[in-house]
């Protein structure tokens, strides 16, 4: 190891000599932390622990890693819950550790609980990443909205329709195109294939995942306005917010 | 409230400067007042069950029950709690991911309770959970998704008829929101208003019920009206994580199915069917779904099912058939297959669920009613174990696939008639003709 890159690892130890979070070769986004506003930083912090769900999900962490044991992407990408809740116990005086995990690290978490179910401690790292998520979006990051654009349309079916995957998503090879030939041959006669479902609700429903009623999409448009939903989601993603703004418009949601 | 200088704020103008010992004292005196809602732990699970039938006794929320009008039957969660599933006059409370695009997993289900002779309730007035945009996405909040959990309950209360979660994660999702609702009054209040402004109340399910749980007690009635013999048939099953990890407390369990070590549903119906149930070492594992991961990282998704789970299973077990009960499961299961397969690798298995799996083996149509033509791996060698002409059915599918074609309307499963009415200001179901959009 060269002297000058070993000086940079031990620039990112903490005051204690410790690095928390793994390897510090991983940390690649300490650096990007290090350029970031800090009252964001210090916002982000606040914001977690004011969270009604924080003093539910983060008790003390004992760092016994049976939660990364568990963790499926910890098998494939550099992801661990077990650093999360180690970045969140430290986030009050660092803050940084904590703005470190919100560029990329927590949008590779599963969401599978698999952690929560396993700790001794009852920790809920998947929980923790869920609130940091919404930060995240109330924030609009860069590195969310790249996450968040792909899918922007079911972001938007969901606020406006209340479902998502919906068979005109299977009209074209386009989308999911490595389900393989039996995409396109799902998509030759989709049609007709969905009208002849044996399912009333269902049976020719192309744009929603089952009939939706008007009322319905109406009293779910007003929950996303009324809870704040549409706003947060303006930072990050302001086509979809707008576009869910004209949708409940037409439809007369005030 | 503890400030950053280490003050307090006593009255309008009035400070107290706290000692660092007494600051840090009073900082976890506050934390621990404000931990009050304790998801995960069985002994603050049954609180909030307490303290919803207290809050239903000052009026603050109707509680749904389960009463005696439902049928219920008895199961034990993982708390050593009895959990009352109902059995009939359910409310569907439908997956967006299975309508749209597993459609068989739903018309099974219903099939089966058709056949059966129960009544439901399939309302076109009912949103999905919306926990994508939280689980998935981050672009809700708790309040967004106790409301629309609550609206959709509300509507089942009117119906008369209780609701029957079919989608694991809107199962689990309702549960943490149910919590929220009870345990945190600053939440239930906002909530309280903005369903106030859709002209509904707070309408809190006394259990929440996954439709696999009505599976699990009503699977002594499935296998008898069981038309194919399936004890040659070898099942693995993928229990799906929001059913069983996320608050696990409240899922069902069975000291007779598995030694009780694993959730009761799913396996449970495959061995009353009388399949040979086989096990593997990484059970415990999720199917890879990863909400985003699934739209936009699939390879990641792609790589954890297939080398997690679809291998291990297939070389473990040389199981038939893989069941499972959540919508994500089953579509990743299945699909992910297709490339590995396109890559060379030889182990396939076909991915069903168990409503579809229980309807084939009563007899059901492989393609008109179990829509097996919308799942990608292999399923012919499957269907040929059961006894079922495959090749026959699907001629038959193709000729009613014309007769639609046509103009002809589909023959729908139907409810049978129900014993309950709506209560008093609902709208009786409606269901308009089908259109093609």
Same mark, same amino acid.
């Given at each position: 190891m060269d002297s000058r890159y070993a000086a940079k690892l031990v620039s990112r130890l903490g005051e204690d000599g410790w690095h928390y979070g793994g390897l510090p070769g991983l940390q690649w986004e300490a650096e990007n932390a290090r350029s970031a506003d800090r009252s964001v930083m210090i916002q982000v912090v606040e914001e977690l622990r004011n969270d009604t769900r924080f003093e539910e999900f983060y008790r003390?962490?004992?760092?016994?890693g049976n939660c990364t044991s568990m963790c499926p992407p910890f098998r494939l990408v550099d992801f661990e819950p077990r650093i999360v809740v180690q970045k969140v116990m430290h986030a009050k005086d660092e803050p940084e550790l904590l703005y470190q995990m919100m560029?990329? =690290?927590?949008?590779?978490? /599963?969401?599978? =609980?698999s952690c929560w179910e396993v700790c001794p401690a009852h920790n809920n790292p998947g929980g923790l990443v869920a609130i940091l998520k919404e930060i995240a979006v109330r924030h609009g990051l860069p590195s969310t909205k790249k996450a968040l654009e792909p899918y922007s349309k079911i972001l938007y079916k969901i606020m406006t329709? &209340?479902?998502?995957?919906?068979?005109?998503?299977?009209?074209?090879?386009?989308? /999911?195109?490595?389900? &393989?030939p039996h995409k396109a041959e799902l998509a030759k006669d989709i049609r007709v294939e969905r009208a002849a479902v044996p399912v009333e609700s269902m049976a020719g429903v192309m744009d929603k995942s089952w009939k939706v009623d008007k009322e319905t999409m109406n009293e779910l448009m007003t929950i996303q306005k009324e809870s704040g939903v549409v706003d947060s989601v303006r930072h990050t993603l302001k086509d979809v917010a707008d576009m869910v703004d004209d949708t409940a418009k037409e439809a007369g949601v005030e | 409230m503890l400030e950053k200088d280490g003050t307090v704020q006593l009255g309008n103008d009035e400070k107290l400067e706290l000692t660092k010992d007494d600051a840090k004292l009073l900082e976890i005196l506050s934390s621990q007042r404000r931990? #009050? %809602?304790?998801?995960?732990t069985t002994e603050d699970y049954l609180k909030m069950l307490e303290r919803m039938k207290e809050l239903e006794k000052k009026g603050e929320i109707i509680v749904h029950h389960v009463t005696e009008e439902y049928d219920p039957v008895g199961v034990r969660t993982l708390s050593g709690r009895v959990k009352r599933i109902p059995t009939r006059e359910t409310w569907q409370h439908k997956s967006c991911g299975q309508c749209g695009h597993i459609p068989g997993y739903i018309s099974a289900f219903y099939w089966i309770m058709s056949e059966l002779g129960i009544p439901y309730v399939d309302d076109t007035n009912q949103t999905s959970c919306t926990a994508w945009n939280y689980y998935g996405s981050g672009t809700s909040n708790p309040v967004a998704l106790s409301a629309v959990f609550l609206r959709n309950m509300h509507v089942a209360y009117e119906k008369n008829a209780y609701p029957l979660i079919h989608c694991g994660t809107s199962y689990g999702d309702y549960k943490e929101c149910r919590y929220l609702v009870i345990m945190n009054r600053d939440i239930r209040e906002r909530v309280r208003a903005i369903l106030k402004k859709v002209g509904r109340e707070l309408v809190v399910p006394e259990e929440l019920v996954h439709y696999s749980e009505w599976l699990h007690v009503m699977r002594h009635e499935v296998a008898a009206r069981r038309k194919h013999d399936v004890s040659n048939v070898k099942v693995a099953v993928h229990a799906a994580c929001h059913t069983? #990890? %996320?608050?696990?407390?409240d899922y069902t369990y069975d000291e007779n199915i598995l030694g009780g070590r694993k959730p009761a549903p799913t396996s449970s119906v495959a061995l009353a069917l009388g399949a040979q149930l086989l096990d593997y070492s990484n059970w415990y594992d999720c199917c890879g779904f990863g909400f985003r991961h699934i739209l936009t990282e699939r390879e990641i998704s792609r790589s954890f099912a297939y080398f997690r789970k679809i291998r291990p299973i297939v070389r473990e077990t040389h199981a038939d058939v893989l069941i499972t009960h959540d919508t994500g499961c089953v579509t990743t299961l299945d699909k992910s297959q297709v490339v590995p397969l396109a890559q060379g690798y030889k182990e396939t298995i076909p991915v069903i669920s168990d409503s579809q799996f229980a309807a084939l083996a009563m007899g059901a149509h492989p393609f008109i009613v179990c829509q097996l033509q919308w799942h990608i791996a292999d399923w012919k060698p499957l269907l040929a174990k059961m006894g079922i002409d495959w090749k026959a059915a699907y001629e038959e599918y193709r000729s009613y696939l014309d007769k639609v074609k046509g103009g002809m309307k589909p023959a729908f499963i139907r409810s049978p008639p129900r014993r309950l009415e709506p209560r008093g200001g609902a709208k009786a179901f409606r269901v308009d003709e089908p259109v093609m959009t």
């Open positions: 003390a962490c004992i760092n016994c560029d990329q =690290y927590i949008w590779s978490c /599963f969401q599978c =609980y329709t &209340g479902t998502q995957i919906t068979p005109d998503m299977h009209t074209t090879v386009a989308l /999911f195109r490595d389900w &393989g | 931990a #009050k %809602l304790a998801f995960g069983y #990890k %996320l608050m696990a407390e």
